[in-house]
């Protein structure tokens, strides 16, 4: 049996799979983020191990007692900051925290060569950004840094004892020279950052470290299992649906949006604000749109009502048309690089129904994927048919959708909503010496194609440019509410 753990933003997952690769297990348990101010998003990692231990143990006890390896996955970009005691030092800041802007702006005036080394321009929600800003704002803080982890590998260090990063989420953080697969000096010399504080650097393929007996003790486990490396959720989430040679795309809906396609040299773009990333196997680096809100706007507006979701998608499928919807709650990455902008819904009217406003949101959803789609294409990609992953691809509606605005075909298979956990689960396999990556990492069967239709990709091209012009506008309105300094 090997156990993948997924540490998300809004849920730890768990995946067995058992010694033929096959799911035989999973379970959840939910995670809260705090706003401690406008833009700002944290969490606790103490709520991390609390919620990873409710999962694994709402397992069946044999199945945990069979587990022979343990892979990780995890939320990318995340400063969990250590103290020489190793013990946290403040909130982790998450990847859709926008609170570093102006020191992205300070680091790219520094080092022009920033998105080429690094893959991509420096971005608010980044993990070297958020360095400097604590230097700035924070300096009893940053003075008591000692080790910068990534969110999965804080629980590995939890598993494990020791401080390790696998190339796909170490290239998340704006530090590492994504050619080289090693860290870059001129990267952290520009973000007030001690390249000593920076984990070791391991395939997401080879063990980390292996399972300590505390741990194992509480989570039901066998000690001294090996536990992988990893990798970060988007290249977990490869890993999980076979992409990892040259070509293979996928895209990935959870709370956030990924259209994510392996290569196999590296291929920076940065103009085009398509990350160019190490994958988390060795020899292969991938591009990917990064979009902010994914299928969390769908949840926000659910919340938003006090109905479920499943209502008002249901409600959704035979709505009109009506109002249009910028879906950026956060800021976006792909294609805005503008972590300050907000969303909002342009032509409500007398009749406008909950229905109307969540297909809406899910028409906005996949434009992202429209937006994403250029930008690859901009950055020399152009994706064929795409296999999904994530708890968004459940919607029918989103998935056919994303197919009609992109006119690329969507693939969805069983346990789609699985996810990085399954790739997780994959690289431990792989960790144990029990098989070869090829032995593990296959190519799920699609169970439903989701086939572009013209008619409706006609229509929907329409509403897509009234969907883009929403963007300059509604940034002009927010420049004229924002106080001059």
């Not at 066998?222 to 490396?229: F, L, N, S, T, Y």
């Not at 749109?289 to 009502?305: E, F, T």
Request: aromatic share 6%; proline share 8%; hydrophobic share 45%.
């Amino acid at each position: 049996m090997y156990l993948g753990l997924d540490l998300g933003t809004s849920a730890v997952k768990v995946c067995a799979l058992d010694a033929g690769g096959r799911v035989v297990g999973t379970a959840a348990a939910a995670l809260s983020v705090s706003h401690p101010f406008d833009g700002a998003s944290e969490q606790d990692c103490a709520d991390w191990w609390a919620a990873v231990r409710a999962a694994v143990t709402s397992l069946p006890a044999e199945t945990r007692a069979a587990v022979r390896a343990i892979g990780l996955s995890g939320q990318m970009h995340g400063a969990v900051l250590l103290d020489a005691d190793r013990r946290p030092v403040r909130p982790v800041i998450l990847w859709n925290d926008a609170r570093a802007a102006a020191e992205c702006a300070e680091m790219l005036a520094a080092e022009p060569a920033a998105g080429q080394i690094s893959g991509v321009l420096p971005m608010p929600g980044f993990t070297a950004p958020k360095l400097l800003w604590l230097a700035r704002h924070e300096p009893e803080t940053h003075a008591r840094i000692a080790h910068v982890l990534l969110p999965k590998d804080y629980i590995g260090f939890r598993l494990h004892g020791g401080l390790v990063t696998d190339p796909s989420d170490a290239a998340g953080t704006s530090w590492l020279d994504q050619g080289a697969r090693r860290w870059s000096d001129r990267m952290c010399a520009i973000s007030a950052t001690d390249p000593a504080w920076l984990p070791d650097l391991r395939p997401g393929t080879e063990a980390a470290g292996t399972l300590l007996p505390g741990p194992a003790e509480d989570l039901g486990l066998p000690p001294g299992i090996p536990v992988a490396a990893g990798a970060g959720d988007a290249a977990a989430g490869a890993v999980g649906i076979g992409a990892i040679a040259d070509g293979d795309g996928f895209l990935s809906l959870g709370t956030s949006g990924q259209l994510f396609v392996t290569t196999a040299a590296y291929r920076p773009n940065p103009a085009s604000r398509i990350h160019a990333y190490a994958h988390t196997v060795p020899g292969h680096w991938f591009q990917m749109a990064a979009m902010l809100n994914g299928a969390r706007p769908m949840a926000w507006l659910a919340d938003l009502l006090r109905r479920p979701i499943a209502e008002l998608l249901a409600e959704a499928e035979t709505a009109p048309a009506g109002p249009l919807f910028l879906p950026y709650l956060t800021g976006e990455r792909t294609p805005h690089g503008d972590a300050t902008i907000r969303g909002g819904f342009a032509g409500l009217g007398e009749t406008t129904s909950q229905g109307s406003l969540m297909r809406a949101v899910i028409e906005a959803v996949a434009f992202t994927f429209a937006d994403a789609t250029e930008a690859l294409a901009a950055a020399g990609t152009t994706p064929g048919a795409l296999m999904a992953i994530g708890g968004g691809t459940r919607s029918d509606l989103l998935m056919q959708t994303i197919a009609d605005v992109t006119g690329c075909p969507i693939g969805r298979s069983d346990g789609a909503d699985i996810g990085p956990a399954l790739g997780a689960a994959r690289l431990a396999r792989v960790a144990s010496g029990e098989a070869t990556l090829a032995e593990a990492v296959t190519k799920p069967e699609i169970r439903r194609w989701f086939t572009p239709r013209p008619d409706e990709g006609e229509r929907l091209r329409a509403r897509l440019a009234g969907y883009r012009a929403l963007y300059p506008a509604l940034k002009s309105v927010q420049a004229a509410l924002t106080p001059p300094r």
